[in-house]
């Protein structure tokens, strides 16, 4: 069995940073991609970032250049850096973890952006 935790939510001030992790745990030979995506209220899940095994990353237009994902693969843990951050950023940040066929979730982080 497979488990995924996010942690470093919280509220931040606009221009602000935070540092998500995202660790998975269990029974685990090998993680394929992981990456991150947010859910705002009234809005559908986006992706925010990505990240292969090998370290190729991809992300959304509108965190370039403020968002970094990265992993450690011996921690089977994946973050996302997080700066200059804008009140629109405010969501439920969560993560998933490729594992064979199989994509494991976990229950996600609050972001809050707002003076």
């Known amino acids: 069995q497979v488990h995924v935790v996010e942690s470093g939510g919280g509220l931040v001030q606009p221009g602000g940073s935070l540092r998500l992790s995202c660790a998975a745990s269990?029974?685990?030979?090998?993680?394929?991609?992981m990456g991150w995506y947010r859910q705002a209220p009234g809005k559908e899940r986006e992706l925010v970032a990505g990240i292969s095994t090998g370290g190729r990353t991809n992300y959304a237009d509108s965190v370039k250049g403020r968002f970094t994902i990265s992993r450690d693969n011996a921690k089977k843990t994946a973050y996302l850096q997080m700066n200059s951050l804008k009140p629109e950023d405010t969501a439920v940040y969560s993560c998933?973890?490729?594992?064979?066929?199989?994509?494991?979730w976990g229950q996600g982080t609050q972001v809050t952006v707002s003076s």
């Open positions: 998933n973890v490729n594992i064979g066929l199989v994509v494991y």
């Open positions: 269990g029974t685990i030979s090998y993680i394929n991609a």
